[in-house]
């Protein structure tokens, strides 16, 4: 699968289902063992995607469930080496795409180009990074490009069209469109989102991605006809909190 | 040409999506105020019948006499209302508010001086306030809580992370990626993205014109050097702004020391060398952060100082060797307010005492016709638990101990 773009992945896999899951884990929460575990169970369930989350200390865009679980993993002693070797294995034993999220000073301070070569030599796909806008990403896109890791680019309900476009360009693999306002892990009323998914599909041709406040099937029904991926971020990480790791394959299997 | 927002390679606005439309309606607004002549003159004509603009300078004799070398001044900016420089910051951003129509406004606060300057514009310009401080500095700055909530503002003790100013940082940008609409954040310090750093500067810098002028007809002449303490670094540079074209006005930074070097110690980003460059709440500068990037803990008796970052433009200033950084400890600092306060009178906050607490080691080498400029960024009645501590005063201990035994009853 390692010759097929991240786009082409997703289009295909789209001709079967009507609709893709990607999942969301914060590495090293609870614990590295429990992080590949999750994986294992989200693979063996049908996700079509998962987004690995590299924990930082000020993740900004992320609600109390996801920040949480960031804190506690550096409490634990999570560190990036350990990140890309989970990565590394989980790559090596799956065959489903697998991205990176972090915020900026991670790929920062690593070292922007070494970061993407490590991501790269990892399996790793593509990378969001939500407090990087394009203005600031040249560096960056740059590094990626010469890696071959797709940028997931955000847009937003107040992002304007011509923005939207001005991302479009930069942009690879698909668009992860946010769903309201706010932080992730609070609840989104998704009957109103019509016009702005509109706005979404004129203004690029890749796949597009939903995500904040998805948290259950009928939230996945939904979405079924509007966007390609629907994305199941805090979710997951509240079942871990609430029902253990164990219960994360069969909560993922009931999603679609 | 650099890039807007930039200053020299520290800056920027690293923002989530949701905030740029934010950000951008932000820019345009101050952009146009300050280019409108009307709003600089109804900013000063607020500061000068609101607050105690233009604040004086004294002449510190008798520490002048003490050391025996360069003559002491000091900028009062402890003489404004609610009693340090953050209020011509917030009512600069409170005046913008009202020009974009914004109904309620948000700050993080470390010391308790920012959100209670404010919770007092808000009561005065009718808007709805919510104030995050962290949990420790709720703990340690407990009669700036009290009066934030009796001017009518929601305090919201921050428990994430280190608990202190950063992490209230953090939560108030949760708080205006959902509430952008109608809720203004007044960012408190020349920190965070573009146009935070250039806006608050903007508005610190009416200190630095006063002065200006101020020390040239007390003292005859510009200062020698100009100390300040910094903490985000705004009352730094609203100082120091009016001195950056004179070659030979010394500027000079002083960070918290705390318990003296290695990380976890001290909130020193330049004046120290455990400070790396990185990028975190929405800007580009140092920080102290271990190999990874993940940030660390960080020390001050002054909650205010008590920072992980530090201004972009003055870690620009710092590399180009126009601004000097110094740190002082926490004992240093302490045993410097003690000093001012008997031989002057006067009450420097814990923050403020910083910059004294540098220059009095640096006065002494100076000559008698060398001028000292020090600003007093805050008055220190706000510190009375932390600095009754630090003296271990027996009786303002029996005192807490009686009012205690009177609340149980």
Excluded at chain 1, 130 to 154: K, R, S, T
Excluded at chain 2, 192 to 217: C, D
Excluded at chain 2, 340 to 348: A, D, F, K, N, S
Aim: hydrophobic share 40%; net charge negative; glycine share 10%.
């Amino acid at each position: 699968m390692a010759s097929a773009s991240l786009e082409q992945y997703i289009r295909e896999r789209r001709r079967e289902k009507d609709i893709l899951l990607m999942t969301h884990i914060v590495l090293g929460y609870p614990s590295f063992e429990a992080s590949i575990q999750v994986i294992d169970a989200m693979v063996e369930n049908g996700v079509d995607l998962i987004e690995l989350q590299i924990p930082f200390s000020e993740p900004i865009a992320d609600g109390p469930v996801i920040l949480h679980a960031n804190q506690k993993a550096l409490a634990g002693g999570s560190t990036v080496a350990q990140c890309f070797d989970v990565a590394r294995a989980v790559c090596a034993r799956h065959p489903i795409p697998m991205l990176f999220m972090s915020y900026y000073n991670i790929p920062f301070m690593h070292g922007i180009e070494a970061f993407a070569r490590d991501s790269a030599d990892a399996g790793i796909r593509g990378a969001i990074i939500p407090d990087l806008p394009h203005e600031e990403g040249a560096e960056m896109l740059e590094a990626m490009a010469g890696h071959d890791l797709d940028p997931i680019f955000i847009y937003s309900p107040n992002t304007s069209d011509a923005r939207m476009s001005a991302i479009a360009e930069r942009g690879r693999g698909f668009v992860y469109c946010v769903a309201r306002k706010g932080v992730t892990g609070a609840s989104t009323d998704f009957g109103g989102l019509d016009e702005y998914l509109g706005r979404c599909r004129a203004a690029t041709s890749l796949p597009l991605a939903l995500g904040f406040g998805v948290s259950n099937a009928d939230d996945v029904a939904a979405l079924v006809g509007k966007v390609d991926i629907a994305v199941i971020g805090s979710e997951t990480i509240r079942v871990i909190d609430e029902r253990g790791v164990d219960a994360v394959g069969e909560f993922v299997a009931g999603l679609r | 040409m650099p890039e807007p927002g930039y200053y020299g390679r520290f800056g920027g606005a690293f923002i989530p999506e949701i905030l740029v439309a934010t950000f951008d309606e932000l820019r345009e607004a101050f952009e146009s105020a300050r280019n409108d002549p009307a709003f600089w003159r109804e900013f000063e004509e607020m500061m000068s019948t609101y607050s105690c603009r233009p604040t004086p300078i004294t002449f510190a004799e008798n520490l002048t006499a003490d050391f025996g070398g360069a003559r002491i001044f000091v900028k009062r900016e402890d003489l404004n209302h609610t009693g340090a420089h953050k209020a011509n910051n917030v009512m600069g951003q409170g005046l913008l508010v009202k020009r974009m129509g914004k109904t309620r406004v948000i700050a993080e606060t470390g010391a308790g001086q920012h959100g209670v300057a404010t919770a007092t514009m808000a009561a005065k310009l009718g808007l709805e306030c919510t104030i995050y401080m962290g949990e420790v500095d709720v703990a340690r700055q407990r009669p700036n809580v009290f009066w934030m909530e009796r001017l009518g503002a929601t305090v919201v003790p921050v428990t994430e992370g280190s608990r202190t100013l950063k992490d209230a940082i953090n939560e108030a940008f949760r708080d205006w990626v959902t509430n952008m609409d109608d809720t203004h954040y007044a960012l408190g310090t020349a920190c965070g993205p573009h146009p935070f750093p250039e806006m608050v500067s903007y508005f610190q810098s009416i200190v630095g014109q006063e002065a200006r002028e101020q020390i040239q007809a007390s003292a005859g002449k510009l200062p020698d050097r100009v100390y300040a303490c910094v903490g985000g670094g705004s009352n730094a540079l609203g100082i120091f702004s009016a001195f950056l074209e004179d070659d030979g006005v010394e500027l000079i930074g002083v960070e918290a020391g705390g318990r003296g070097a290695g990380i976890g110690q001290h909130a020193a980003r330049l004046g120290l060398d455990d400070a790396t460059v990185g990028v975190a709440q929405g800007y580009k500068t140092y920080f102290l952060q271990n190999a990874e990037g993940q940030m660390q803990e960080t020390h001050s008796v002054a909650a205010g100082l008590d920072y992980v970052g530090v201004s972009p433009i003055l870690a620009d200033l710092h590399e180009k060797g126009r601004v000097r950084f110094e740190s002082a400890t926490d004992t240093e600092v302490v045993d410097a307010l003690s000093l001012t306060v008997r031989r002057e009178g006067l009450i420097p906050a814990l923050e403020s005492s910083h910059a004294f607490a540098h220059a009095f080691k640096e006065a002494p080498q100076m000559s008698p016709d060398e001028v000292i400029l020090i600003n007093q960024s805050g008055r220190g009645d706000k510190d009375i638990f932390t600095v009754a501590d630090a003296f271990d005063d027996p009786k303002w201990k029996a005192f807490i101990q009686e009012k205690a035994e009177a609340y149980r009853g």
